[in-house]
């Protein structure tokens, strides 16, 4: 019974409510995290309203979708997803909003994708995303080349407001171009830095910016850690002087706590994405913030 009234709402809302919730001038875009959300913004200005499916302070591989989620996407015009299996539990929501106008757009199209697998893969890996590691917003120059992908997504649906989206574009990419010079000024003293992050989303990041991630808490992706590789971390740490333990502000801090207790390594807390830690309320805030940090 319950389930039989969230549908009879849930259609109510699709097809009475949600239709009158959005101006028309403007174009409607849905974002699957808020990095995506961002970058629209940034390329659209005051012609876009732009909204993420999720938080920054939301652990992106595990999600719980809500009947919000496709009331979302039942208005909107264009539909941003990260790609590479990461939000692919956005895919039944996409088609159930029955929004036959709907631009779904696949930021990752054109990206230098990194841990491609190269062999077959199954559960004992761990959560290994076999299109590659997911993460790639987390180097600002793929930013820059996801800001071009929005582009000719918005273009498309919106051609006559075209012209002031590429100004948008060329304005937000110098200012990260301007940004990575900072960014790798303040980083260049840490490079070669050996580090241990608590989950394999930081390789592109590590690849412009030179750390040297040497291990990660999980013993493999999306697994816990257990006793014995705890044991392992606290060896590795000692022997090979590791001093900063950084993790995403999801995650469970005992066992980065306890190595921390006993070896006197720091722990660190990165932000993965837009809104996930305070201050961190757009993209190069995202960057500014984990330079910072670490």
Request: aromatic content about 10%.
């Amino acid at each position: 019974m319950k389930k039989e009234k969230l549908f009879i709402f849930l259609v109510f809302t699709l097809t009475t409510i949600a239709p009158l919730v959005f101006a028309k001038d403007v174009v409607h875009v849905v974002a699957s995290t808020p990095d995506l959300a961002a970058l629209a913004q940034a390329v659209g200005g005051d012609l876009v309203k732009v909204e993420s499916l999720i938080k920054g302070t939301q652990d992106p591989h595990n999600i719980e979708v809500l009947p919000s989620y496709m009331v979302k996407l039942r208005n909107a015009d264009v539909f941003l997803i990260i790609g590479m299996d990461l939000d692919q539990w956005a895919f039944p929501l996409r088609d159930g909003s029955r929004n036959a106008r709907l631009l779904t757009v696949d930021c990752s199209k054109t990206i230098n994708r990194l841990h491609v697998p190269t062999s077959k893969i199954d559960a004992s890996y761990g959560d290994i995303h076999i299109y590659g590691n997911p993460h790639y917003w987390l180097d600002p120059q793929n930013g820059r080349i996801i800001l071009e992908t929005i582009l000719d997504a918005l273009a498309q649906v919106s051609p006559e407001n075209a012209p002031v989206f590429q100004q948008n574009v060329r304005a937000y990419s110098q200012k990260l171009e301007e940004k990575m010079k900072e960014w790798q000024a303040a980083m260049a003293p840490y490079r070669e830095h050996r580090i241990i992050f608590y989950h394999d989303s930081w390789p592109y990041f590590q690849q412009r910016f030179g750390l040297e991630i040497v291990d990660f808490i999980e013993p493999k992706p999306g697994i816990v850690p257990s006793p014995s590789h705890t044991a392992r971390l606290l060896e590795e740490v000692g022997q090979q002087q590791i001093k900063v333990i950084a993790m995403e502000p999801f995650y469970d801090k005992r066992v980065p706590d306890l190595i921390s207790r006993q070896t006197g390594a720091h722990v660190v807390v990165v932000a993965p994405s837009v809104g996930s830690v305070k201050g961190v309320d757009d993209y190069i805030q995202l960057f500014d913030y984990n330079v910072k940090s670490l």
